[in-house]
């Protein structure tokens, strides 16, 4: 799932749970679309934005 988006300037995915990409509205008509596509979704096949996530989380529990 992809959405478009006036308000950024770089491709990024986002998402916990439901994961999605975000594409700046300026891009989507280049003839490059495809291959931003296929990055960010390469992004969520490895769950990068669960680890991103857990990351931190992971290093605060290493704290206490």
């Known amino acids: ?5 006036n308000y950024i300037l770089t491709p ?3 998402g916990f ?7 700046p509205e ?3 008509n280049r003839e490059f679309s495809d291959y ?6 390469s992004h969520l096949h490895r769950h ?3 680890i991103k996530f ?9 704290l206490v």
């Open 17 to 23: 749970f439901r994961p999605f990409v975000v594409i």
């Open 48 to 50: 990068d934005s669960a």
């Open 26 to 28: 300026n891009m989507v």
């Open 54 to 62: 857990a990351l931190p989380v992971s290093n605060l529990s290493a």
């Open 36 to 41: 931003i596509l296929k990055h960010e979704y």
């Open 1 to 5: 799932e992809y959405r478009i988006s």
């Open 12 to 14: 990024y995915t986002v």
